[in-house]
């Protein structure tokens, strides 16, 4: 009877050290599982981070992207925007610019967020047209084309004006206003034409 309690008793304690064994055996694989799914969302996240900080929106994939969005629509407003985009990165991608220089534009257009232009308006594409011809000519010297004449007009309407309304009193104040805004614009778009042919002849046209 004392050797059957002592088999029951030495079972049971076997159990309960079996019992123990597998439940610190299965507490330590789930502790490494988590740790090892920890550093596997970790690495994964950083991956991520590296992937959007070396994603570059380069010259070629904006003029892919502006021309899909052209067969995309039948609004004049919307493909004259895209068209100009096509114009100015078609010119900077010929232009045989340093690499430098191209990743420098490729990053300005990557902040432009050109991917979101689904979800942007037309105006603020607009805007964003603004803002890369100005960091075309703030940082290489480059202007469109058009860029001198318009500023020539309105300058030169302003001047005119201004000196139509001095100079020119003497006529009928209506004719004096007219011809002052009209030789001031006159002016202005021959002015205009020079320097645009300067900036052509030393390649900053584009």
Do not use: P
Not at 69 to 95: A, D, G, W
Not at 147 to 173: K, P
Not at 182 to 189: E, F, Q, R, V
Request: proline share 0%; aromatic share 8%; glycine share 6%.
């Amino acid at each position: 009877m004392i050797s059957w309690s002592f088999e029951i008793h030495h079972c049971a304690k076997r159990k309960y050290l079996i019992n123990n064994r597998v439940r610190d055996l299965f507490t330590s694989q789930t502790n490494i599982f988590k740790k090892n799914m920890l550093r596997g969302c970790n690495i994964f996240a950083t991956w991520v981070t590296k992937q959007e900080k070396i994603k570059i929106m380069t010259l070629k994939n904006a003029i892919n992207l502006f021309n899909r969005l052209v067969s995309e629509t039948n609004k004049k407003s919307e493909i004259k925007v895209y068209q100009e985009f096509i114009k100015i990165l078609t010119h900077l991608e010929n232009k045989g610019l340093t690499q430098a220089e191209v990743q420098s534009i490729e990053t300005e257009l990557d902040n432009l967020a050109l991917n979101s232009t689904n979800t942007i308006k037309i105006k603020q594409l607009k805007k964003s047209l603004q803002q890369f011809k100005k960091y075309l000519k703030d940082t290489f010297s480059l202007i469109t084309k058009g860029h001198y004449t318009s500023l020539g007009i309105t300058f030169g309407a302003s001047a005119g004006l201004l000196f139509g309304v001095i100079f020119l009193s003497g006529l009928e104040r209506s004719l004096g206003i007219s011809l002052g805004i009209s030789a001031g614009t006159l002016i202005g778009i021959i002015v205009a034409a020079y320097l645009e042919s300067q900036a052509k002849t030393a390649g900053k046209l584009i």
